[in-house]
């Protein structure tokens, strides 16, 4: 272990064959150090890679000298990066100011606090997720929040799976397997990735009856399809489009009406599912679940992180007997929900008990509510740091800006929002690779920081950014 630092580890040989053998770096003195840290496995894995890498300059033309300095403090430095950057966490906090609020691949909704204790004590502790305390006797996961899903949409029962596609896949499967389903063809969506309505639908085995066209469907098209082999008709909300111009649509008032004349129930997809009225809060409408079974509809299925500002999970809220139904089928199991999302869920579902504080506490609706003149301060405020931080690089301005709702609520309705719009210092020519690099340049940070590209800029939508001192300190600037 008394290795002289200044000595080269080079043989006295020429070409390759001068490197050092793994076996020869893996008794280093600062070896022992790296082995407690990161395990035998992975220190002789970035070692033989090292190895490679050098012998392949030196094949490349390099000479062992030019690629393997004398003293081993460099070697220490390399491999320890090495060691780091592989055991990194993949799964990274990034700041999303790309002005899409629910942002699908940035994991949607933001939960808020009173989730985050919740779903902490949860995971330290045993719960009583599928039993009575009331009682000592076997209970069922739903019920931890079944009360508070039917509080808030007058629903008589509720159920809750991983996510709004298993929702309505469980709920198809559960009340029409082998049977028909009746669908305006103005409403069989494709929601981004693999989200296909019509492949649902067969992968739910159940037949799919369209009606109507694109445009226009009429109360008399879905009549006209009814039938004895009619197990359910479904309304699905067209949440990433509007159709314009000369449309027709039956309303759920009416298709209640038709589907109840003919003892078929009715099953609304409302994907996003707003709690609240978002118009109270100066927010766009967005169907609630609420109206829905207040106008008669037998299932209504809607996502947990999208407006409703909660952890990933499918919610099917009506009529008891079906939901009985939907938890009697065996894929319920598969598609259950764990502890963790429960927890959060209910935590969540409380906030809204208390609507004067609910667009205050609840993330979600806190970011989309947020008013332009704030949002407006948060840039004032950053536009001088962020210019020091990245002078010579890029010019920073002040710019007003639209912030999205995102997956797939509200298309057409934008949020008055204000940017900070990074153009490239280098003008002219190559803008287009300057703006990549500049990109890349601030996802390379701790905080990997996200923004979105237009006309030949960065823009970063400020609506979600919270941690404004986080924001600076990782460009090593501060707030004045
Ligand atoms: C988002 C969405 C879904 C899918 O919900 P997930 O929770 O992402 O599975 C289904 N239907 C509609 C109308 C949606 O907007």
Redesign the pocket.
């Known amino acids: 272990m008394n290795e002289p630092a200044a000595t080269s580890l080079l043989a006295a040989r020429t070409g390759a064959a001068a490197l050092p053998s793994v076996d020869r770096l893996l008794g280093l003195a600062f070896i022992p150090a790296l082995l407690d840290e990161f395990g035998r496995v992975a220190v002789s894995g970035v070692i033989r890679a090292l190895l490679d890498d050098k012998r392949r300059a030196i094949v490349d033309g390099a000479t062992p000298e030019g690629v393997w300095p004398p003293g081993v403090e460099w070697l220490e430095g390399e491999l320890r990066a090495r060691l780091e950057s592989q055991s990194a966490p993949r799964l990274r906090c990034v700041f999303n100011l790309t002005g899409t609020v629910l942002h699908?691949n940035l994991g949607r909704a933001l939960l808020p606090e009173e989730a985050v204790h919740a779903v902490a004590s949860a995971m330290r502790s045993a719960v009583n997720l599928e039993y009575h305390l009331d009682g000592g006797g076997r209970g069922e996961r739903d019920e931890l929040v079944e009360g508070w899903l039917c509080e808030l949409t007058g629903a008589e029962s509720a159920t809750v799976v991983n996510?709004?596609?298993?929702a309505?896949l469980i709920s198809l499967n559960t009340l029409a397997l082998g049977k028909q389903v009746i669908v305006s063809r103005g409403e069989l969506?494709e929601?981004g990735g693999a989200?296909r309505l019509p492949d649902i639908m067969a992968r739910a085995n159940v037949k799919l009856v369209e009606v109507g066209t694109t445009n226009r469907t009429h109360r008399h098209d879905y009549e006209q399809a009814i039938g004895a082999k009619t197990a359910l008709i479904a309304k699905?909300?067209?949440?990433?489009y509007t159709i314009q111009g000369f449309t027709a649509a039956v309303d759920e008032h009416e298709l209640v009406a038709l589907a109840h004349r003919h003892s078929v129930p009715l099953m609304a997809?409302?994907?996003?599912g707003a709690l609240v009225d978002l118009e109270d809060y100066g927010l766009p409408k967005e169907p609630m679940p609420r109206e829905s079974i207040e106008r008669g509809v037998d299932l209504v299925t809607f996502?947990?992180?999208?407006l409703l500002g909660g952890p990933?999970a499918?919610i099917v809220v009506g009529r008891k007997d079906l939901i009985a139904r939907i938890r009697k089928n065996p894929l319920k199991r598969a598609l259950r929900v764990d502890k963790l999302t429960l927890a959060a869920l209910e935590a969540v579902l409380r906030l809204y008990r208390n609507p004067e504080q609910v667009a205050q506490r609840l993330t979600t609706l806190r970011l989309l509510t947020r008013k332009q003149p704030e949002i407006r301060a948060v840039a004032l405020r950053l536009l001088d740091p962020m210019s020091r931080a990245f002078e010579g690089l890029a010019t920073v301005e002040l710019r007003e800006c639209q912030s999205q709702i995102g997956?797939?609520?509200l298309p057409v309705d934008l949020l008055a929002s204000a940017a900070l719009v990074l153009t490239p210092s280098a003008k002219t020519r190559g803008t287009g690779v300057a703006l990549k690099k500049l990109e890349q340049r601030l996802r390379d940070l701790p905080i990997p920081v996200l923004g979105r590209i237009n006309e030949g800029a960065l823009w970063l939508d400020l609506r979600c950014l919270e941690d404004e001192e986080g924001f600076v300190g990782q460009l090593g600037m501060q707030l004045k």
Do not use: C, Y
């Open positions: 699908t996510n709004n596609a298993a309505m969506i929601i989200f699905v909300h067209a949440s990433n997809d409302l994907g996003s996502s947990g992180d999208k990933q499918g997956s797939g609520a």
